[in-house]
């Protein structure tokens, strides 16, 4: 399976998975087999896939940044 496996866009804005290395980053996927870019949240944030935004990692549950 790849990162993007369920996740892609049909639009201009691409869908966003969390990278399962760093709860800090996240990947944007155009479809399920391509990785269109990654991006981070600012030092001390973690992405939160439930709210797709940058949040306190206290949000995200099992992340320890």
Known sequence: P????GHWST????DTVAD???CGCFYH????????????????LAYNPE????????HVPGCNI
């Not at 399920?32 to 030092?43: H, K, L, R």
């Not at 709210?51 to 206290?58: E, F, H, I, L, R």
């Open 2 to 5: 790849t990162i993007c496996e």
């Open 11 to 14: 639009g201009p804005t691409f």
């Open 20 to 22: 399962p290395a760093n």
């Open 29 to 44: 996927c155009s479809n399920e087999n391509t990785i269109a870019g990654q991006d981070c949240c600012p030092v001390g």
């Open 51 to 58: 709210s797709g935004n940058c949040d306190w990692p206290y």
